[in-house]
Every structure is written in structure tokens, then in C-alpha cells.
């Protein structure tokens, strides 16, 4: 295999996983909105700011590209091209798994708050905890990228 090609495998794990993570998450919450907004229509605000929290892990993703993106000539060594493709591995389950589990804390932050409950700053709280993770990926992508070179 090229070594450009496994780079660009790693890129695409990297945005594209990055991405469905966050489809997935944001989804979750919006199908909570959907069953909240029966009971509370007034917090829309409120459920909007929840289901926007699962967001973040597609946006890590462009970041990551970013970090990767000068790395990416042609005549690039298999060892870079062995490092993007392991970020891309490490970032993508990452941010698919946090920004899922963060859409399911979220969707019940949103259905809580549709009940009645004053929950809207706990729901804050606990929903930053599977984002360390994503977090913690996109750091290791640079550290990683910190033992390459052009």
C-alpha cells in the first residue's frame, strides 16, 4: 500500500467517523426535543443548547485534519503515514463513542427538563464527561503529530 493512501484513510477516519459520531448524538437528543416539546414547549432554548453539545466531536475532527493537513505530500514516509492512520483510529472511536453516549446524558437532561425538573446545569455537567474523552483523542492526535516531520 502507498503510503499516502493509508494517510488519507487515517484523514478520512479522522473527519468522516468524527462526523457520524456527532450525527448519531445529535440525532438522539433532537428525538428527545421531539417528546419534550409536547409536554414543555417553553424550554426550547433549553433543549437546543443540550442537543448542540454532541456537535463538538465532528468539529474535533475538522481540528484533527487540520493538525494532519501539512503532513499530507506525496512523497510522504510510511512512518507518517503510519502515525495519521493510527490518529485517525484513535480519534475516530473516540469522538464516535463520547458524542453518542454524550446524546444519550443529553436526552435525558432534555427529557427531565421537559418533566418539570431543574436539571438544564447538573445535564451540563455530567455531558462534559464523555466529551473529555473526544478531548483526550484529539490530544493524543497531537502528540502524535508532534513526533512527525515534514
Not at 43 to 63: D, E, H, R
Not at 72 to 81: E, F, T
Not at 104 to 132: D, K, R, W, Y
Amino acid at each position: 500500500m502507498e503510503p499516502i493512501l493509508l494517510a488519507y484513510i487515517g484523514v478520512a477516519l479522522i473527519v468522516g467517523v468524527s462526523g457520524v459520531g456527532s450525527v448519531y448524538g445529535v440525532t438522539i437528543c433532537g428525538n428527545a426535543v421531539v417528546g419534550a416539546m409536547k409536554k414543555n414547549p417553553d424550554m426550547l432554548g433549553t433543549y437546543i443548547a443540550l442537543s448542540a453539545l454532541p456537535s463538538s466531536q465532528g468539529l474535533y475532527g475538522f481540528v484533527g485534519y487540520y493538525m494532519m493537513q501539512s503532513f499530507l505530500v506525496p512523497d510522504i514516509s510510511m512512518y507518517n503515514a503510519s502515525c495519521i492512520f493510527a490518529s485517525g483510529i484513535i480519534m475516530a472511536l473516540a469522538c464516535l463513542f463520547s458524542s453518542i453516549r454524550q446524546g444519550q446524558v443529553c436526552a435525558t437532561g432534555i427529557a427531565a427538563v421537559g418533566s418539570g425538573h431543574n436539571v438544564f446545569g447538573p445535564t451540563m455537567v455530567m455531558a462534559v464527561f464523555p466529551e473529555l474523552y473526544a478531548i483526550l483523542g484529539l490530544l493524543v492526535l497531537i502528540l502524535i503529530s508532534g513526533t512527525m516531520t515534514v
